[in-house]
């Protein structure tokens, strides 16, 4: 697996060369708004991914150039690269179960019966 090249002004965590996934938080500078969604992110990562990722954190304000070539329009937007298909979330990630089925780290099975009472 390749690593992904590092952005200057990136900050990265993970589990580094056994990792699993490969995910970028872009964030717009150190507004609560980040620090919420980054912490939401480390915990989320932490008690689901157990070391099995590498994330980089990347702040728009210092590296434009990164956000533009990723297509970022709005921040916080996280970025699973790997494995694929790549998956995007936008938003502060407080909602641990919506992060988990948009980036396709956890499926729920749904039977196409299992709502369908029986009568």
């Known amino acids: 697996m390749r690593r992904p090249l590092a952005c200057p002004g990136a900050r990265t965590f993970g589990g ?3 990792s699993q996934f490969v995910l ?3 964030v717009t ?3 609560p708004k980040a620090a919420v969604a980054i912490a939401n992110l480390q915990r989320i990562c932490d008690e689901e991914l157990r070391g099995q990722y590498d994330l980089q ?3 728009v304000l210092e590296q434009p150039q990164a956000a533009e070539d990723d297509r970022v ?3 916080p937007t996280l970025i ?3 494995p694929p298909p ?3 979330v936008i938003g502060d990630l407080s909602d641990k179960h ?3 089925l948009g980036l396709e780290v956890r499926q729920d099975v749904v039977t196409p019966h299992a709502d369908r009472r029986k009568t």
Do not use: E, Q
């Open 86 to 88: 790549l998956r995007r």
């Open 73 to 75: 329009l709005a921040t």
């Open 57 to 59: 954190i990347i702040d």
């Open 16 to 18: 580094g060369a056994l």
């Open 80 to 82: 699973k690269r790997l």
């Open 29 to 31: 500078g150190k507004t």
């Open 24 to 26: 970028k938080l872009y």
């Open 98 to 100: 919506k992060v988990l």
